[in-house]
T-cell receptor, first 109, second 114 residues
């Protein structure tokens, strides 16, 4: 399974756009990129997933370059409630999820 | 929006006792999972379950662990003889048919072994 590397923590202010980049140099052809969010004492919550180029939903955008060796989760105009841990996961769809340590995002007023 | 629900939210048990953690997956989902998260550590895969049998299990899921889908709605994780190191948050997840369907997690059961 592809190993992922993402920043341990990031700080932002309300209203700003936040971009969290994840490196996955040994991503396999059948691997997808999935992002989850986790608040304290809650289960991980699915945000977005993609294979290549750009994916957008009502919550976030996911940018994946052509070589797929990295991906960037973009959160537009964050609020205090976006303070959470964000996980980048890489693997075949439908398979078990392998979580790393994630990126702890702190949003300040 | 449909949710995965887990009960109890917190379970305190004496070491050596059996414990059963309960989950109600989203109603039309077909694939079920258990994960755990020891305080301050990563979320770890335990087991996946489909068509009334285990699809895959991790090294953590030893003979002390078992899973069951006793009826059409519940999915349970049993730990036969709990150890102190079993203290963790246990998360149930489910997903629908279709290879691109994401896993949806419950909010977990905090298991404390004394």
């Amino acid at each position: 399974l592809a190993k992922t590397t993402q920043p341990i923590s990031m700080d932002s202010y309300e209203g700003q756009e936040v971009n969290i980049t994840c490196s996955h140099n040994n991503i396999a052809t059948n691997d997808y990129i999935t992002w989850y969010q986790q608040f304290p004492s809650q289960g991980p919550r699915f945000i977005i997933q993609g294979y290549k180029t750009k994916v957008t939903n009502e919550v976030a955008s996911l940018f994946i370059p052509a070589d797929r060796k990295s991906s960037t989760l973009s959160l537009p105009r964050v609020s205090l409630s976006d303070t959470a841990v964000y996980y980048c996961l890489v693997g075949p769809l439908g398979d078990k999820l392998i979580f790393g340590t994630g990126t702890r995002l702190q949003v300040f007023p | 929006e449909p949710e995965v629900t887990q009960t109890p939210s917190h379970q305190v048990t004496q070491m050596g006792q059996e414990v059963i953690l309960r989950c109600v997956p989203i109603s039309n989902h077909l694939y079920f999972y258990w994960y755990r998260q020891i305080l301050g550590q990563k979320v770890e895969f335990l087991v996946s379950f489909y068509n009334n049998e285990i699809s895959e299990k991790s090294e953590i899921f030893d003979d002390q662990f078992s899973v069951e889908r006793p009826d059409g709605s519940n999915f349970t994780l049993k730990i036969r003889s709990t150890k102190l190191e079993d203290s963790a948050m246990y998360f149930c997840a489910s997903r629908n048919r279709g290879f691109n369907q994401p896993q949806h997690f419950g909010d977990g059961t905090r298991l404390s072994i004394l």
